[in-house]
């Protein structure tokens, strides 16, 4: 439960910054059939789905880390049916990953 509390308070972490960047928000915990996306923003041209990663500390690692290649393939898969349903299939598309370390923020763009 304690986890849950975290990344919600990451997210709101996440698209307060992703606002001060001038990104914006679009939708927050979008979900669809095949799984959600945490947020997605749009930023110039550029449509942005965003996985953010919350931890306490790096003892265990980046947080990025934990974005591997199973949650990469779910999360393009979640993108290309949201890109699907709201005729966006000709977007520029970025998939991007928010670490948050207590009061640290670090956006990957174009994580992968």
């Known amino acids: 439960m ?19 960047k001038g990104y914006k928000i679009l939708q927050t915990n979008y979900v669809n059939v095949l799984g959600e996306i945490d947020i997605i923003a749009k930023d110039n041209d550029y449509l942005i789905f965003i996985e953010v990663k919350t931890r306490t500390s790096r003892k265990f690692g980046r947080a990025s880390e934990a974005v591997n290649f199973h949650k990469q393939k779910k999360i393009r898969d979640v993108a290309l049916l949201y890109l ?8 520029n598309v970025r998939f991007d990953v928010i670490e948050i370390y207590d009061n640290e923020i670090n956006h990957i763009l174009n994580a992968f």
Do not use: F, P, T, W
Not at 2 to 20: D, F, P, R, T, Y
Not at 84 to 91: A, I, R, V
């Open 2 to 20: 304690k986890h849950i509390i975290l990344g919600k308070k990451g997210e709101i972490e996440a698209v307060n910054h992703l606002k001060n």
């Open 84 to 91: 699907k349903k709201n005729h966006e299939l000709e977007s």
